[in-house]
């Protein structure tokens, strides 16, 4: 039975429907790709975690490693042993200095909690009470909002330790870490020596012969790796540079735990923007318990709005440039999604990376012309 062909309006609805059918194809198997990613890297976070942070660690000290070889005319291994002495003294240095202090600080906020819970909860009541919001705002915090929000803050440090104590309770997964990281500088020193054969001979070891496809593999593992390593280089030393801005600026304001905050701004700050709020609104929770008054208010967020406008005015362009080239909306949406979909912090910091090399693929074949985005990468 021979059946008439298509109109043009029935192929278009035709096309239409194969289309969508494909691109949910398409997503389904990126999104069930993710979730068995997520699933592989929380099964062996053990393993992976001392790997990435020696990864990591040897990005940050392979410049200074090259310095001291290139310009100073060291060997690599004996540049390696020097980074590693002068990195050693530095970690002494802040364990007799900065350490102390943030135990002194963290136990002092954990037993202090519970009373600034409180006292929190009391000093928005009354702000509420004097603002345009009236009395309804005031009744509707007192009687259900301010005791969960209050609850909340109470249950901040057992949930921290419960979180502990889920993930390193068992001696099992305890040791397994321990041994990681007792690795990680074992891991760092072999990634450093065998930095020059593993860039020049990493894509002999691919399982493809010799041919455009292996080319275009290759492309695509360079652009990952190189967004990694660009993103993690760099994203750290910003975080550091924010970290230790936003701690001096608290500490000239008068915040107590300003060292605190410092550390972990320098950790939270590796996230682009989701750190710089959580650390603004932890900040903001403590001038309120602590003096309650608008100047410190204006005090702690003209902190923020300096050391914002100095890393996206001063040292990020210089560290960062625009190599990752990510809207900062973008950088927020991926963020949430890696750590949904790839597992906790880990997966939200691979997320950032992982995105920009996606964008990087999209410029070769999809976007633009493969030597327009040659162009691109080069820039």
């Known amino acids: 039975m021979n059946f008439p062909p298509p109109s043009a309006k029935q192929a278009q609805v035709i096309w239409f429907s194969v289309t969508t059918l494909a691109v949910a194809v398409v997503l389904s198997a990126l999104g069930a790709t993710f979730w068995a990613l997520g699933s592989l890297i929380n099964a062996l976070a053990s393993l992976i975690v001392p790997l990435a942070v020696a990864g990591i660690i040897a990005c940050l000290l392979d410049p200074v490693v090259d310095f001291f070889q290139q310009r100073m005319n060291i060997p690599r291994v004996r540049a390696i042993l020097l ?81 502990l104590i889920a993930h390193l309770g068992s001696f099992a997964v305890f040791m397994s870490y321990a041994v990681g990281l007792a690795l990680v500088p074992v891991y760092l020193f072999y990634f450093l020596l065998e930095k020059s054969g593993i860039q020049s001979n990493w894509s002999d070891y691919l399982p493809i012969r010799e041919s455009t496809a292996k080319q275009e593999l290759v492309f695509v593992l360079s652009a990952i790796n190189d967004c990694i390593v660009v993103f993690f280089r760099g994203q750290i030393l910003v975080s550091l540079c924010s970290g230790t801005l936003l701690g001096l600026g608290l500490l000239l304001c008068g915040i107590d735990y300003a060292v605190l905050l410092g550390a972990l701004a320098a950790v939270l700050c590796i996230l682009p923007y989701i750190g710089s709020i959580i650390t603004f609104v932890l900040a903001m ?95």
């Not at 007799?96 to 009391?122: C, H, I, M, W």
């Not at 440039?321 to 990510?326: D, K, P, S």
């Open 83 to 163: 980074v590693f002495f002068i990195g050693m003294a530095i970690v002494v240095l802040m364990l007799g200095t900065v350490v102390p202090e943030l135990v002194v600080q963290t136990n002092k906020l954990a037993a202090n909690l519970p009373d600034y819970s409180a006292k929190f909860r009391e000093q928005f009541s009354h702000w509420l009470k004097d603002s345009m919001l009236g009395q309804r705002a005031q009744e509707a915090w007192d009687q259900d909002i301010g005791l969960k929000v209050q609850q909340a803050l109470k249950d901040t440090v057992p949930f921290i330790k419960d979180w």
């Open 285 to 379: 929770v403590l001038a309120a318990v602590q003096y309650g008054d608008g100047r410190h208010f204006i005090q702690v967020a003209g902190v923020f709005l300096f050391v914002q406008l100095a890393e996206g005015l001063v040292y990020s362009p210089r560290i960062l440039g625009n190599r990752v080239g990510l809207h900062p909306l973008t950088i927020i949406i991926c963020v949430m999604i890696g750590t949904k979909l790839l597992g906790g912090i880990l997966g939200g910091l691979l997320a950032i990376p992982i995105t920009a090399a996606l964008r990087t693929i999209m410029f070769r074949y999809v976007w633009r012309k493969p030597a327009e985005a040659e162009k691109v990468i080069s820039s």
